[in-house]
């Protein structure tokens, strides 16, 4: 049987996601359990963390595993991960070795490698994971790298506490801004994880140059077709937000001006009203907000829409914790 990752959910079908949701949801109801019991996971952040490092060390120990975290290039040799390349830079040692090195050692290896914001073309290939998940021999968990897919399992196991079935609800991802251009993961995920739920799906952003990249728009609409759900690209925040049940925040920068910023600021700076208000809440369909944190108040969403009944966005970052759990009880299930 080969060996099974969780790189992204797209790898998984509609009733492996729902198992893991209906586990993660057991594991909320009992946290503790046995299932890693001496078993191990190695933690390589390449970025920084609070809730991913805090959620899966504790899930590791909840489930009577171990963590170990490592950060390369700090607290461990930094790594080189282009093949076929004459290491007389920085690297200390290639992912050929680290990965089936760390594979002698523990029992699940779950990496952090934000893209460098460069070149899409190049950031798109995903080559740290993939790296990682070609040379270790046990499964490899994807913490955030170009997808977030664990946030996806947490956001979405938050919706269905407050809907239940998701099918056919309308779900708005709204770009916002932020004073510096962000990785495109998160709306990479929430758009996967929205229209593999069914829902239809609003993707609201300033310009056509917000679009995502046409890999997730593809998988988005092809997850839609499936699930009886729709997705569509709007710029208008009014007739996006009206009706809405879910309104999802994210900023991203334009993938077309990655690695030239100051090309898009004059964009981002004229952005600013699409901030999560009040007045947009209104419009909803007494809908709820949520952002996978941290979030810049005032900035991203005011106050009142963050301190309000309507955000979930404190459930959705508890359930980081029951997904995970459950996502390393399946991976270690399999061998």
Not at 57 to 75: R, W
Not at 135 to 140: I, K
Not at 177 to 206: E, F, Q
Not at 274 to 282: G, N, P, S
Request: charged content about 25%.
């Amino acid at each position: 049987m080969p060996l099974r990752h969780f790189i992204t959910t797209q790898d998984y079908s509609r009733a492996e996601i729902d198992a893991l949701l209906e586990q993660a949801a057991a594991f909320k109801r009992s946290p503790h359990g046995q299932q890693l019991a001496g078993k191990s996971v190695a933690l390589l952040f390449f970025n920084p963390s609070m809730r991913t490092r805090t959620s899966f060390e504790l899930g590791a120990f909840h489930l009577g595993g171990h963590a170990i975290v490592l950060s390369p290039g700090k607290d461990a040799w930094p790594i080189e991960f282009k093949p076929n390349t004459v290491m007389d830079g920085e690297s200390e040692e290639h992912i050929a070795e680290v990965a089936r090195v760390l594979s002698r050692y523990v029992d699940l290896i779950a990496v952090r490698a934000f893209p460098k914001f460069q070149d899409w073309s190049v950031d798109r290939e995903d080559a740290v994971i993939k790296a990682f998940a070609q040379y270790a021999t046990v499964p490899v968990i994807n913490m955030e790298t170009i997808t977030h897919p664990c946030q996806e399992l947490a956001h979405v196991l938050a919706l269905k506490e407050r809907f239940g079935d998701l099918t056919g609800r309308k779900y708005v991802l709204t770009w916002t801004y932020h004073p510096k251009p962000l990785n495109t993961a998160v709306a990479n995920s929430a758009l996967l994880i929205a229209t593999k739920m069914g829902m239809d799906v609003t993707l609201l952003c300033p310009t056509p140059d917000y679009v995502l990249d046409e890999r997730y728009m593809t998988f988005g609409a092809q997850n839609a077709k499936e699930n009886g759900g729709s997705l569509k690209v709007s710029h208008n925040i009014e007739e996006s937000y009206r009706g809405a049940d879910v309104v999802y925040a994210k900023s991203w920068g334009a993938l077309p001006f990655f690695g030239r910023w100051d090309g898009e600021k004059p964009v981002r700076e004229a952005s600013k009203h699409f901030i999560v208000d009040e007045a947009k809440m209104a419009l909803t369909n007494n809908g709820v907000f949520s952002h996978c944190l941290p979030l810049r108040r005032n900035i991203k969403a005011t106050d009142a829409v963050m301190d309000s009944p309507a955000c979930i966005a404190i459930d959705e970052a508890e359930n980081r914790l029951h997904v995970q759990k459950a996502v390393m009880a399946s991976l270690i299930a399999q061998r």
